[in-house]
């Protein structure tokens, strides 16, 4: 065993950006990152936007790192599938039974998407090749159904829109993005995606599907076409069964992103951090990838009394037509909303999201700029009055002197 090897599991963001990190923090020992999917790491992002519309095939996606691999002395192995973890003897199994030996062990393996029954042989979207396939079932489409509300399924009816399909979206729930954004928000949702020309159908459930023509709970049937599950996603943590690594909804760990196990920390997708006011959190977004990667590989390296924690308030956001909706914090569905600045009907506001008077989050659509100004508030769980009172954004922000 190579006690100085740490060892990545998951080449995507998280995966990717743990490496380079720590070998920006110095760390020149031995590295392996392992990922499933035969292609070098990719931005997920644009696979629900630009990718899944642009004339071009997307064959390598957009890559995550311009620069040489070689330049971080990687070991890194694709189309590599690990099945297996022993945390006693601190090997991980490999498709075909072979074992790897780790000093420690970052756990990066994110999320696989769920599926319905009811729409069995459905299109997802996770993966690159899942973009290609869904690609060349919507070229020539005339409609595309997509079951899910949330953000993945608004921004690919959004592009299949864009792109001049028709589109009917299904929501479950009473409002797209509802668990995200909350109903005043989602309301804002269903209706830039109706301005759009979507048909928004939400409080349905599946009831079938056959022939490319899905019916729903109330008896209707909807058009023929290529249908998209987007209904979520589900932690990859099956190669973790019986290893002792302490699993719920994904991969539990303590502030720092260290897991049950000796010497096991995870990041990502898959990882499950306590939060002071949500108990545990796990959280699919971009940045959280990226801001977990980053803490992890300090948190590796450091003494334990030099480890860190997470700082500041989580974000997301979702290019949906021309429209950039952007979130700070983690509002819930019944948190007190204030519009702020701007005009929900013109999908262009500031939202604030508070409970019992204190700042929870932030929502803008098309407003990037006063959703950052309010970025150190909804961090510190300001008072919703000071805030309002302050108005941070009508104010233009302080721009270095030219000299």
Same mark, same amino acid.
């Given at each position: 065993?190579?006690? +100085?090897?740490?060892?990545?599991?998951?080449?995507?963001?998280?995966?990717?950006? %743990?490496?380079?990190?720590?070998?920006?923090?110095? /760390?020149?020992?031995?590295?392996?990152? #392992?990922?499933?999917?035969?292609?070098?790491?990719?931005?997920?992002?644009?696979?629900?936007?630009?990718?899944?519309?642009?004339?071009?095939? &997307?064959?390598?996606?957009?890559?995550?790192?311009? $620069?040489? /691999?070689?330049?971080?002395?990687?070991?890194?192995?694709?189309?590599?599938? *690990?099945?297996?973890?022993?945390?006693?003897?601190?090997?991980?199994?490999?498709?075909?039974?072979? %074992?790897?030996? /780790?000093?420690?062990?970052? #756990?990066?393996?994110?999320?696989?998407?769920?599926?319905?029954?009811?729409?069995?042989?459905?299109? *997802?979207?996770?993966?690159?090749?899942?973009?290609?396939?869904?690609?060349?079932?919507?070229?020539?489409?005339?409609?595309?159904?997509?079951?899910?509300?949330?953000?993945?399924?608004?921004?690919? $009816?959004?592009?299949?829109?864009?792109?001049?399909?028709?589109?009917?979206?299904?929501?479950?729930?009473?409002?797209?993005?509802?668990?995200?954004?909350?109903?005043?928000?989602?309301?804002?949702?269903?209706? @830039?995606?109706?301005?759009? +020309?979507?048909?928004?159908?939400?409080?349905?459930?599946?009831?079938?599907?056959?022939?490319?023509?899905?019916?729903?709970?109330?008896?209707?049937?909807?058009? &023929?076409? &290529?249908?998209?599950?987007?209904?979520?996603?589900?932690?990859? %943590? +099956?190669?973790?069964?019986?290893?002792?690594?302490? !699993?719920?909804?994904?991969?539990?760990?303590?502030? %720092?992103?260290?897991?049950?196990?000796?010497?096991?920390?995870?990041?990502?997708?898959?990882?499950?951090?306590?939060?002071?006011?949500?108990?545990?959190?796990?959280?699919?977004?971009?940045?959280?990838?990226?801001?977990?990667?980053?803490?992890?590989?300090?948190?590796?390296?450091? &003494?334990?009394?030099?480890?860190?924690?997470?700082?500041? $308030?989580? /974000? =997301?956001?979702?290019?949906?037509?021309?429209?950039? #909706?952007?979130?700070?914090?983690?509002?819930?569905?019944?948190?007190?909303?204030? #519009?702020?600045?701007?005009?929900?009907?013109? =999908?262009? =506001? @500031?939202?604030?999201?508070?409970?019992?008077?204190?700042?929870? +989050? $932030?929502?803008? =659509?098309?407003?990037?700029?006063? !959703?950052?100004?309010?970025?150190?508030?909804?961090?510190?769980?300001?008072? *919703?009055?000071?805030?309002?009172?302050?108005?941070?954004?009508?104010?233009?922000?302080?721009?270095?002197?030219?000299?």
């Amino acid at each position: 065993m190579e006690a +100085g090897r740490i060892m990545i599991v998951g080449a995507v963001l998280g995966g990717l950006r %743990t490496a380079e990190r720590l070998r920006r923090l110095g /760390y020149d020992g031995p590295l392996t990152l #392992i990922g499933a999917e035969a292609h070098e790491p990719y931005d997920r992002p644009p696979l629900s936007k630009s990718l899944l519309v642009q004339e071009d095939d &997307p064959e390598r996606g957009v890559p995550l790192r311009t $620069a040489p /691999y070689a330049d971080l002395a990687l070991d890194m192995r694709l189309g590599v599938r *690990v099945t297996g973890l022993d945390t006693a003897r601190k090997t991980v199994v490999l498709d075909g039974g072979r %074992t790897l030996d /780790y000093g420690r062990l970052v #756990i990066a393996t994110g999320l696989r998407a769920r599926t319905l029954p009811a729409l069995a042989g459905a299109h *997802v979207l996770r993966s690159l090749d899942d973009c290609m396939a869904l690609r060349a079932g919507m070229r020539g489409a005339r409609h595309v159904t997509v079951v899910g509300g949330g953000v993945l399924g608004c921004e690919i $009816a959004a592009a299949a829109r864009a792109g001049g399909t028709e589109v009917t979206l299904v929501e479950l729930l009473d409002r797209p993005m509802a668990q995200a954004l909350g109903p005043h928000a989602g309301e804002v949702v269903a209706a @830039l995606h109706r301005d759009r +020309g979507v048909v928004v159908r939400c409080g349905r459930r599946v009831a079938g599907a056959a022939g490319g023509r899905v019916r729903l709970d109330d008896g209707s049937v909807l058009p &023929p076409g &290529p249908v998209v599950a987007a209904v979520g996603a589900v932690p990859d %943590t +099956g190669w973790l069964d019986g290893s002792g690594v302490r !699993l719920a909804d994904g991969v539990v760990c303590d502030r %720092t992103g260290r897991t049950s196990a000796p010497d096991a920390w995870a990041v990502g997708d898959v990882a499950r951090i306590p939060d002071p006011r949500h108990g545990t959190v796990r959280l699919e977004h971009w940045t959280n990838a990226a801001d977990t990667a980053a803490l992890v590989a300090h948190n590796l390296l450091a &003494p334990p009394g030099e480890r860190r924690e997470p700082a500041g $308030a989580p /974000y =997301f956001w979702s290019d949906q037509y021309d429209v950039k #909706i952007q979130c700070l914090g983690l509002p819930r569905p019944d948190d007190d909303f204030t #519009i702020a600045a701007g005009d929900p009907g013109e =999908f262009r =506001f @500031l939202g604030l999201y508070s409970d019992r008077g204190t700042v929870t +989050g $932030a929502v803008a =659509f098309g407003m990037p700029g006063p !959703l950052a100004r309010c970025r150190a508030a909804v961090a510190a769980g300001a008072s *919703v009055t000071d805030l309002l009172s302050s108005a941070p954004w009508n104010r233009a922000p302080v721009r270095p002197a030219v000299r």
